[in-house]
């Protein structure tokens, strides 16, 4: 879906629309994951979503640390 959205949506706001609906949807997956596996869901979708998020920071410090977009 967040490549969807990249299709769909004008080119001023796509960085900060595809990485909201990435979230989103890994928050759902998250949530997905958990349910079929018996855990908690809530606490499931907040794990996915939190080290996603993590993992998106850190990749765009990277970009930043070397002036570049990655």
């Known amino acids: 879906m967040p490549l969807l959205t990249a299709i769909l949506i004008p080119m001023t706001i796509v960085i900060p629309l595809v990485s909201g609906m990435s979230l989103l949807f890994l928050a759902f997956l998250g949530g997905v994951a958990a349910y079929v596996g ?19 920071a850190v990749t765009a410090g990277i970009g930043a640390l070397f002036g570049t977009i990655v």
Do not use: E, Q
Request: glycine share 16%; hydrophobic share 65%.
């Open 38 to 56: 018996g855990a908690n869901v809530l606490c499931g979708a907040i794990r996915v979503t939190f080290w996603g998020a993590l993992a998106m």
